[in-house]
């Protein structure tokens, strides 16, 4: 970890989460939030120490994907090294779309770094039997990607879980316009096009829905959703809190 | 401003705000909304850059105002320099009490500071008239050091304001125990006991009342208060946002 300036002048708390954020905005103070809801703790000083690079200028990612825009890498690599310069010993991104670039990210990045589809996975697969089929609610580019589905941990194993992909109609009038109104900030119509999306996951045997972008969770709930979901945000906030609270 | 290793990768933004956070943690987050909410953006991209150090484990700052505890100004001074370490442009504190401390840590830091209570009291002088009564809620620290109505501003102005502050009663039985209820999360207890000391101030003739303590609005409406309220956490956030797309 570099030491930061200063940290002379105090003792520097160990374990300080580096959040690589802005993507979008709104969804890094949620994962901040369910950071919080993560924690253990009664008073200020026993949350987690975290610093937080939220530099929303950084190129579209599904564009990027689809080769219609400039890749995000140099500005996500500028970004995290701000957190470097600012002491983080850890740098987590709470947007699935940009774990596309998290390999070449993290060769660049002189810190470690934890997979949110890990996180998630790990959390699905405790959730749902081995003959049980699990739904994914995720972007274009996340499905396009296949990010979750060909998914190889770091551990070297390629989940088992047997994915339920929403059709291609499903995608056209539910998901992809209910992430657009969360970003635009239409909760109430995201709400429902999204309930949509995951329902018809359920109708055709999902026995839970991972939610594998970092917007729906924004507008989404389980009781609108009527199927157990496995929020890769909070998964992946779970894992930053209990890897600070380790080291 | 420090460019950042690595900024020769992408086109470094202006106007990075740099947020001194993590006292409390919660509130930290609210200020982040309210930096979204003060800002007109259609796209990720249109957001205001932002960098946060949130780092609890910073001694509490009521019992360093009472002489009972270890000074947090060294801890605040390393946490901003990680803000400094990591490009920010300006610093902003969404702490009320930690402004007991604004000017050594404006000496200590090589970057400008927004300071909250102006940025309140700008609001509350715009909101009131010449005649009438404002109303105050915080911390006993904050109130006790005179902080908000003995404020000079950076323009060397006093501030003209009639106060009105709580009754000892109201503090040791409302004020005090709805802030520790918010701390505690328990948001529901809070929100009555808050409600009850503002409208013990309007009863008494407050037109408004000025809420200086960034605990406070995570509990309080302006519905449930039954005055209007001006949130020095929101008026921060306005400011810094407007910094940002000056510069």
Same mark, same amino acid.
């Given at each position: 970890m570099i030491a930061p300036r200063g940290a002379h002048l105090t003792t !520097?708390?160990?374990g300080v989460v580096g959040v690589l954020g802005g993507m979008g905005p709104l969804a890094t103070i949620d994962f901040l939030r369910k950071m919080l809801d993560a924690t253990p703790a009664?008073?200020?000083?026993e949350h987690v120490p975290v610093v937080v690079?939220?530099?929303?200028?950084? !190129?579209d990612r599904p564009r990027a994907f689809r080769g219609e825009g400039p890749s995000p890498l140099p500005a996500m690599i500028a970004s995290a090294e701000r957190l470097v310069a600012a002491g983080a010993g850890l740098i987590v991104m709470p947007c699935n779309t940009a774990h596309l670039w998290f390999d070449e990210l993290q060769r660049a990045v002189p810190l470690p770094m934890l997979h949110m589809v890990d996180a998630a996975l790990e959390e699905a697969e405790q959730a749902v039997g081995a003959s049980e089929r699990i739904g994914l609610l995720a972007t274009e580019a996340t499905l396009a990607s296949r990010l979750y589905l060909d998914r190889v941990g770091t551990d070297g194993r390629r989940n088992t879980l047997q994915w339920l992909l929403p059709t291609a109609a499903e995608m056209r009038d539910q998901v992809t316009p209910g992430i657009a109104a969360v970003k635009s900030g239409d909760l109430a119509r995201a709400a429902s096009l999204l309930a949509g999306g995951a329902s018809a996951l359920a109708a055709r045997g999902a026995s839970a829905v991972v939610i594998?972008?970092?917007?729906i969770p924004l507008a989404l709930s389980e009781a609108d959703a009527g199927v157990p979901l496995i929020d890769a945000s909070s998964a992946l906030a779970r894992r930053a809190v209990a890897w600070s609270m380790r080291v």
């Open positions: !520097p708390p160990r009664a008073t200020d000083q690079s939220s530099i929303p200028q950084i !190129p594998g972008c970092t917007e």
